[in-house]
């Protein structure tokens, strides 16, 4: 008899984005005049930029014609791509990460959902709340979190990310070995300092714990006194991991290519009492059920670091930042308290006491603007709504205007 994995039933039973699309739908269905405009789902809007394009159809080019043509690539990605990676975002900063820690792959998503796979099933793991709903839900499905009751996971260690800690993770009171870690974060929008984060890598080395630090945004960062890498941070070599994205840098959300840094530093421990590389144990997994990203991909992805590719992302990213100024500007003129928006395409906004699902309903029916409900990131974000700054000027600058219609 094929029996089901049943850590699949303690699933939620609903995922945040169906929700919301079944409550979009109901609403145009019975507005079908209305323009909804869409401030939900963090995904970009504009077109991959010119010298990424150029670079991706000369990938393309080459595998019409045998002498050029690719089959199977690196499993950990091309040479040119990691060497590229390594050289701008890693040592241009003082990080000491070389090509060979860099593993390439089709996204942030799969590799901090895949990740966890490689820890024993009876450790303690720490997530904020709220979340980016990934890093929960494969721990859920792997088993490891116990029964969802009154909102939580039993076995999970939540670190409640509230106005009263300005949105960041408090290091846990009780010694825990796995910790993830985003920033800038989804769905707050705040950022670490680098004190914030020598804290975490501290507590990490004090508890032979590991982070997963998830670094998908970092390219929204303008304040140069903010870390860009976690590897900023002295010892850091030794206790995180580190996962980005082309996605929002460079408008690859449905291109897909991403990247994390397993250095070799690492380490891993058994039962008993040994311990292994993480990086050797990483490479077996994605050699054995990964085989690498697209040639004409990592073509593309290697033209961001191009000075024309760098000049170009430089200005996506800016002008989603500037819509997020708008959305700021807008929301506290309306009297609202709110984070983010800053070094971040995230604005997430206080309802004032109310339900986020009900802050999110009253902005669908009276501006028909959708954004996210903050409850479906957590507990925590209950009485907030996150508002994405990914979409047109235009699109922006309406979505304001109803605002101040529907909420004054
Ligand atoms: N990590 C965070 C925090 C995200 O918000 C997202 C996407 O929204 C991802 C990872 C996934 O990125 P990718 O498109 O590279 O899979």
Same mark, same amino acid.
């Given at each position: ?88 975002? +890693?040592?241009?900063? @003082? $990080?000491?990460?070389? =090509?060979? &820690? ?9 590799? %901090? *959902? ?116 976690? +590897?900023?941070?002295? @010892? $850091?070599?030794?206790? =995180?991991? &580190? ?9 690859? %959300? *449905? ?120 409850? @479906? ?32």
């Amino acid at each position: 008899m094929i029996r089901a994995n049943e850590n699949y039933q303690k699933l939620k039973a609903s995922y945040l984005f169906s929700d919301i699309a079944r409550r979009v739908n109901l609403f145009q269905k019975d507005n079908p005049d209305a323009r909804v405009i869409r401030l939900g789902i963090g995904d970009v809007t504009r077109a991959l930029p010119p010298a990424i394009i150029k670079a991706f159809h000369k990938g393309v080019d080459e595998m019409a014609h045998d002498a050029t043509f690719r089959g199977y690539g690196p499993e950990q990605g091309y040479a040119f791509l990691r060497e590229k990676i390594a050289a701008h975002d +890693y040592q241009a900063r @003082g $990080a000491n990460i070389s =090509a060979e &820690e860099i593993f390439v792959s089709d996204g942030a998503k799969c590799d %901090t *959902g895949n990740f966890q796979e490689l820890f024993a099933n009876d450790i303690r793991i720490a997530i904020p709340d709220p979340v980016y709903p990934v890093y929960l839900d494969t721990n859920v499905m792997a088993g490891r979190t116990g029964d969802f009751e009154d909102g939580r996971y039993k076995k999970i260690v939540y670190m409640d990310c509230v106005k009263e800690n300005n949105f960041l993770p408090r290091l846990p009171e009780e010694p825990v070995d796995l910790i993830y870690l985003c920033f800038p974060n989804n769905p707050t929008g705040t950022c670490a300092t680098k004190t914030d984060l020598a804290a975490w890598v501290d507590y990490a080395k004090k508890n032979k714990a590991l982070i997963l630090f998830d670094a998908a945004y970092e390219a929204f960062i303008r304040d140069d006194s903010l870390p860009g890498t976690i +590897y900023e941070i002295d @010892g $850091a070599r030794e206790v =995180a991991v &580190e996962f980005r994205s082309f996605s929002k840098t460079a408008g690859f %959300t *449905g291109t897909r290519c991403g990247f994390t840094v397993v250095p070799k530093t690492c380490q891993v421990f058994l039962e008993n009492g040994g311990a292994i590389s993480l990086h050797d144990l990483w490479n077996r997994r994605q050699s054995t059920k990964f085989n690498g990203v697209s040639y004409p991909v990592q073509k593309a992805a290697e033209a961001v670091y191009s000075p024309e590719g760098q000049a170009q992302v430089k200005k996506l990213t800016a002008g989603y930042l500037d819509n997020a100024d708008i959305i700021c500007k807008t929301v506290e003129a309306l009297g609202f308290d709110y984070a983010g928006g800053k070094n971040s395409p995230y604005i997430w906004v206080d309802g004032q006491g109310k339900d986020s699902w009900e802050f999110f309903d009253l902005l669908l029916h009276k501006a028909a603007v959708v954004c996210t409900p903050g409850g @479906g990131f957590g507990r925590c974000g209950n009485p907030y709504i996150r508002i994405s700054a990914f979409n047109s000027r235009d699109n922006v600058t309406e979505a304001m205007e109803r605002f101040k219609g529907a909420l004054k």
